[in-house]
């Protein structure tokens, strides 16, 4: 079984900048083998895709983060990371991360995910 555990979220104002973390562990294959995702959701929205890293090191960003925002991983430490710059109050969302060997996409079909990070920016 696969574990995700997101760290790094609070509150900021508009403006400022957070890193959040999702280390994994529990892989039955190697950490780069799994393509890893962020995704958000505020309080009565639907889930959205933030941002992916394939197998690869491909990267693919939502419309509404892109130039802002920088997803990474780290093989060695299982660990994903996305680097938020430039926050606005409309990113204001729990935050979580996602797993999946074979999807790899901005839509939230993965088969393992984090219990999520929440941030909040003010204005």
């Known amino acids: 079984q696969v574990q995700l555990v997101e760290s790094g979220g609070g509150s900021v104002q508009a403006g400022g900048s957070l890193r959040l973390s999702c280390a994994a562990s529990?892989?039955?294959?190697?950490?780069?083998?799994?393509?890893m995702a962020w995704f958000r959701q505020a309080p009565g929205k639907e889930r959205e895709g933030v941002a992916l890293?394939?197998?690869?090191?491909?990267?693919e960003y939502a419309v509404s983060v892109s130039g802002r925002f920088t997803i990474s991983r780290d093989n060695a430490k299982n660990t994903l990371y996305l680097q938020m710059n430039s926050l606005k109050p409309e990113d204001t969302a729990m935050y979580y991360c996602?797993?999946?060997?074979?999807?790899?996409?901005?839509?939230?079909?993965?088969?393992?995910w984090g219990q999520g990070t929440q941030v909040t920016v003010s204005s």
């Open positions: 529990g892989y039955t294959v190697s950490y780069p083998q799994y393509c």
């Open positions: 996602a797993a999946d060997r074979t999807k790899c996409s901005l839509l939230p079909r993965y088969n393992y």
């Open positions: 890293i394939a197998q690869n090191g491909y990267t």
